[in-house]
């Protein structure tokens, strides 16, 4: 069993930047693929980004790309999400994924574990 453990959410205002963490405990693999999603009410969850197991390769969601960026750091278990130049449309409840095989997907489904969720709220 995995458990994922978002940390960094928050207000800020556009144009300000924010770096999500996310943990994972139960797992001391570093061969696993993870990835973000984020979800506003009455919307599906949208993929924003994920990364393969040694950081090698990363990909992005049309509305994030350039202005995300998805890293980790496997010596902590840990993938940060750095969201430079934020909208009030980045506004959401965002999603840490993990993947234990080391796969990284761009659909929800597809992703085995979740962690709780964190609010990111831009808002002048």
């Known amino acids: 069993q995995v458990n994922l453990v978002e940390s960094g959410g928050g207000v800020v205002q556009p144009g300000e930047s924010l770096r999500l963490s996310c943990q994972a405990f139960?797992?001391?693999?570093?061969?696993?693929?993870m990835g973000w999603f984020r979800q506003t009410p009455g919307l599906e969850r949208e993929f924003v980004a994920s990364?393969?197991?040694?950081?090698?390769?990363?990909f992005y969601g049309a509305s994030v790309k350039g202005r995300f960026t998805i890293s980790r750091d496997n010596a902590k278990n840990t993938a940060y999400l750095q969201m430079n130049s934020l909208q009030p449309q980045d506004t959401a409840v965002y999603y840490c994924?993990?993947?234990?095989?080391?796969?990284?997907?761009?659909?929800?489904?597809?992703?085995?574990?979740w962690g709780q969720g964190i609010q990111v709220t831009v808002s002048s």
């Open positions: 994924t993990l993947d234990p095989y080391g796969l990284i997907h761009r659909e929800a489904h597809e992703w085995m574990y």
């Open positions: 139960g797992s001391t693999r570093s061969d696993t693929g």
């Open positions: 990364i393969t197991p040694r950081g090698l390769d990363t």
